[in-house]
C-alpha cells in the first residue's frame, strides 16, 4: 500500500509563516506540500494518477 502525505504551508492569523515537518524516513511514499490553493487541482491530479496506477 501506498502512503501519502499532504500537508499544508500557510500563515496564520498574524501573518507568520506556518511551516510542517516532513515526514521522517519510511513514514510516507509521497509528499505534496501545499503552499498556494492555486495548486489543489495539479495535487489532486497526481495523487488520481498514483491510485490509478496501483
Known amino acids: 500500500m501506498k502512503r501519502l502525505v499532504i500537508i ?4 496564520t492569523h498574524s501573518g507568520k509563516t506556518t511551516f510542517v515537518l516532513p ?7 509521497y509528499l505534496f506540500a501545499i ?4 495548486e489543489i487541482q495539479s495535487i489532486i491530479q497526481k495523487i488520481t494518477y498514483i491510485a490509478q496506477s496501483l
Open 8 to 11: 499544508t504551508v500557510g500563515k
Open 23 to 29: 515526514p521522517t524516513s519510511g513514514e510516507a511514499d
Open 35 to 38: 503552499k498556494d490553493s492555486n
